[in-house]
């Protein structure tokens, strides 16, 4: 029985670090920070939850049904689980996430230098999936490629950059803005939503399974064990990394007050603390970090569609990467202005699959509990996502009089009394009777 070391149950965990740390879990923590001011702790508390806490138990949830997506939504039938999980893969790949690594690390890494031009931006971005399509293309590679290799530079550019932000902040902790005074938590559990990363564990499931097979370890239960205990690696260095950017925004109101988003923030911190060296170190760590991503979610969307349609591996990767660069090209406020609304209403219905499924041996007949609770998931999450799109006429009013609305959370009570009472008809019917039921 072939079993990893501990060298590469390290590089497999690294890796799976480097294929969470993308564009979004670089920007966003600071300027949350920045929001939070002095109620930082409590909100980079709640972007844990979303950011950290719910992709790492998507993983261990994936880990327990094989690693893969089709197996965690078998309780919702072939035909939904298929419509739900094409829905998460083309979020997380070719329409938004992939593109946006792409966008983000050009603007913090090249734009500074080479100029926020069309021009620039379509060379960079035809190198950039150059490199994306080299490492997708052997997947079985990836620990050796990513975890042996990018993910140690990528670790000490961090380290500098994480050490900076602690022991040598731009000034004190300053003060919260309106949406975080009140509910700081709640503000950061949302931002969290925006890191994707919840179903992007959805999806990289099977990368990690795929790698851990690569490497000739076949027995279930040994793949089962190295993707929880490769998660928890993870976990633990993306705590660290958004603790210290959530601090380094926090204290950087003093040299940064007016930026808009996190991209800013960082530049600015990057360029009073270390000058353009400092600006060079951002440029490597935006850079790594979004290409690894970039590497995990197209691996994942090829290795998912090629057993899906009759198309091989490599003829999904090639055209989802293609289309990958021209959707980048349409420029980062158009991504972002689309992908909100799609987030909000696919962030329920992933958050309530795992939870479902990790609770799964407390159910008689899983099919019972499933359907009717997603089912209303899907119904508020396409509510809230109307909403975050600007199409309030079509949401009924009733709707924004219930609890935690007003912070895009409203579908929290009416999924828990759902689920409630199917558990209660679950429970009543019994496992005898689930055929009849």
């Known amino acids: 029985m072939t079993r990893l070391k501990s060298l590469d149950l390290l590089a497999l965990g690294f890796m799976t670090f480097a294929l969470f740390l993308g564009a979004g879990n670089i920007i966003f923590p600071p300027s949350a920070g920045m929001a939070a001011g002095d109620n930082v702790w409590l909100a980079a508390l709640g972007f844990l939850l979303t950011g950290v806490g719910l992709p790492l138990l998507t993983v261990v949830a994936l880990a327990r049904v094989g690693g893969g997506m ?111 005074q009140a509910m700081p938590l709640v503000q950061g559990f949302l931002q969290g939503y925006l890191t994707m990363d919840t179903l992007g564990a959805l999806v990289f499931g099977i990368v990690i399974a795929t790698a851990i097979r690569g490497h000739g370890v076949s027995d279930g239960r040994l793949v089962t064990r190295y993707s929880v205990i490769a998660g928890l690696i993870a976990a633990a260095g993306l705590s660290l990394v958004y603790l210290a950017l959530f601090y380094l925004g926090a204290t950087s109101q003093g040299i940064a007050g007016d930026a ?133 006429a079509l949401v009924p009013q009733f709707l924004s009089h219930l609890p935690l609305a007003a912070q895009g959370l409203g579908w929290v009570v009416p999924v828990g009394v759902t689920l409630l009472l199917a558990a209660v008809a679950d429970r009543l019917c019994g496992a005898a009777q689930a055929e009849a039921c």
């Open 70 to 180: 089709d197996s965690l939504t078998a309780p919702l039938g072939r035909k939904a689980g298929t419509v739900f999980a094409v829905a998460v893969y083309l979020a997380i790949g070719p329409l938004f996430a992939t593109p946006r690594t792409a966008v983000v690390s050009f603007e913090m890494g090249v734009a500074p230098f080479a100029g926020n031009e069309p021009l620039a931006l379509a060379l960079y971005t035809l190198v950039y999936f150059a490199a994306v399509l080299f490492l997708s293309l052997n997947p079985g590679q990836l620990v050796d490629r990513i975890g042996k290799f990018i993910t140690p530079v990528l670790l000490a550019a961090l380290l500098v950059l994480g050490g900076a932000a602690l022991l040598a902040p731009a000034g004190e902790i300053g003060q919260s803005n309106a949406d975080y």
């Open 260 to 392: 808009q988003n996190g991209v800013q923030i960082l530049t600015a911190y990057v360029q009073y603390t270390f000058g353009t060296p400092g600006s060079l170190l951002l440029a490597v760590v935006i850079t790594l970090a979004c290409l690894t991503t970039a590497v995990g979610l197209l691996t994942a969307c090829g290795e998912y569609f090629s057993e899906l349609l009759p198309v091989s591996y490599r003829k999904v990767v090639l055209a989802f990467g293609l289309f990958s660069l021209l959707v980048a090209n349409q420029g980062l406020s158009q991504l972002i202005s689309v992908s909100v609304p799609v987030l909000v209403g696919l962030y329920p219905l992933a958050i309530v699959l795992v939870g479902l499924s990790l609770l799964s041996r407390f159910w008689c007949s899983a099919p019972r509990v499933f359907i009717p609770v997603m089912l209303v998931t899907l119904l508020f999450g396409l509510a809230d996502a109307f909403n975050a799109a600007g199409f309030q």
